[in-house]
């Protein structure tokens, strides 16, 4: 049997460690913003704390408690909730597998998660590097692993690129990168770093950044979605 359509609402979201503006570490605030949303999977940057066994900022019990999302369990230790920072939360009653986690160069240390979806979607969630000579080096490696994907495929998180059409090259010969709108700073907008990168497959539906007044505050960057549609 040929599958149908899978429309699915996605989110990126830096939510820096659970800090808000008000230097207040408060996951539920986070949690909160997330719910709001509505999403059928989540993708987190600075999801962990930096240092030591860098310990999850939201803590498992309280997704369990006050959320209808599961964690990928990309660290089997249960002490982080993802890797180099990248969480992905999905909406439970979606199925999910093949999650991996992926080492990108750079001068310091950067990554990607991602899984399969439904067997339809292939999702990577990232957080790419500071300066742009790395960021280029860390979509090469994205390029080349993805490459051989059968499934089509979208790329979200924080891009960290302040040009609003410049310096996704690496990308652009397989992908349709996406700006939904400026996602940061929270407190005043200037800068789309947040975006995501769409696969042929693919088809964006809608897109946007949250500007309610809880993420205003809970995060230096406002949380991005996207309805796509992924053709059966």
Do not use: C
């Not at 008000?22 to 600075?46: C, G, K, S, T, W």
């Amino acid at each position: 049997m040929e599958p149908h359509a899978l429309d699915l609402k996605l989110v990126t979201y830096n939510m820096r460690k659970a800090i808000g503006l008000d230097r207040r570490r408060d996951p539920h605030r986070i949690l909160d913003v997330i719910n709001h949303l509505d999403a059928d999977v989540v993708v987190l940057q600075e999801a962990d704390r930096r240092l030591g066994p860098r310990p999850t900022a939201l803590p498992h019990r309280l997704l369990f408690d006050e959320t209808d999302f599961v964690a990928v369990p990309f660290d089997h230790k249960g002490v982080s909730l993802g890797s180099h920072g990248n969480a992905i939360l999905v909406r439970k009653g979606l199925t999910f597998h093949s999650a991996e986690q992926l080492e990108l160069p750079g001068l310091e240390p950067r990554g990607a998660v991602s899984i399969e979806i439904e067997g339809q979607l292939k999702l990577v969630g990232t957080h790419l590097g500071l300066l742009r000579p790395y960021r280029h080096q860390q979509m090469r490696q994205l390029a080349k692993k993805l490459a051989h994907s059968p499934l089509p495929t979208v790329i979200m998180g924080d891009f960290n690129e302040w040009s609003p059409k410049r310096g996704f090259e690496p990308l652009e010969h397989r992908f349709d990168v996406i700006s939904p709108g400026r996602s940061f700073h929270a407190a005043r907008p200037v800068a789309a770093l947040d975006r995501l990168a769409l696969s042929e497959g693919v088809e964006l539906r809608d897109a946007g950044v949250d500007q309610s007044p809880l993420a205003k505050v809970a995060s230096d960057h406002l949380p991005v979605w996207a309805h796509v549609r992924v053709k059966g």
